[in-house]
T-cell receptor, first 113, second 114 residues
């Protein structure tokens, strides 16, 4: 069984400041890793994913994440946030051979002017 | 290209009443998922379909929940009877099989049980 822990439930950040959202996972097998964003009253949108290869993954809207196998982490970063980045962010894992996504509890990002 | 469509977007019912949610996946996507998202939590898988076959329904509370995807396209999730604890957002997602798990999500149905 897999599990995902997002260490921060809320992250307030000022506009144009950097932000890092932490995600740790546990699994007995290889996994695929994902970050999704959920804007208010909307479904989840894929930001980026790690399947294999380079451990630094770039996604949409200027986000990037780094896979660290030894730390079992997949932290999400953005060097300069905008007001429009205010949303909830979910880290998720999937077994390499399966389709079920296991999500973390989410991190709410509030960007202040 | 249209995304995943869900209806209704919002539903308010009294406990013990039945309720149904509808999902139309992205055209050509043969895998369909229903997730439950409680307030302040991440989504949890209820059921996954490959075409019309339910291949993972281990998390579906079968005493009151049922789902169908008769023609392998759109799907309906039903609760009968609804309980107060069923208040949540019900998300539908779809994907091609073999696209390494990239799932596309609909906007969800927010259910309130009074």
């Amino acid at each position: 069984a897999q599990s995902v822990t997002q260490l921060d439930s809320q992250v307030p950040v000022f506009e144009e400041a950097p932000v890092e959202l932490r995600c740790n996972y546990s699994s007995s097998v290889s996994v695929y890793l994902f970050w999704y964003v959920q804007y208010p009253n909307q479904g989840l949108q894929l930001l980026l994913k790690y399947l294999s290869g380079s451990t630094l993954v770039k996604g949409i809207n200027g986000f990037e994440a780094e896979f660290n196998k030894s730390q079992t982490s997949f932290h999400l970063r953005k060097p300069s946030v905008h007001i429009s980045d205010t949303a909830e962010y979910f880290c998720a894992v999937s077994k390499a051979a399966g389709n079920k996504l296991t999500f973390g509890g989410g991190t709410r990002v509030l960007v202040k002017p | 290209e249209a995304g995943v469509v869900q209806s209704p977007r919002y539903k308010i019912i009294e406990k013990k009443q039945p309720v149904a949610f509808w999902c139309n996946p992205i055209s050509g996507h043969n895998t369909l998922y229903w997730y439950l998202q409680n307030l302040g939590q991440g989504p949890e898988l209820l059921i996954r379909y490959e075409n019309e076959e339910a291949v993972d329904d281990s998390q579906l509370p079968k005493d009151r929940f049922s789902a169908e995807r008769l023609k392998g396209v759109d799907s309906t999730l039903k609760i009968q009877p609804a309980e107060l604890g069923d208040s949540a957002v019900y998300l539908c997602a779809s994907s091609f099989t073999g696209t390494l798990n990239e799932q596309f999500f609909g906007p969800g149905t927010r259910l309130t049980v009074l």
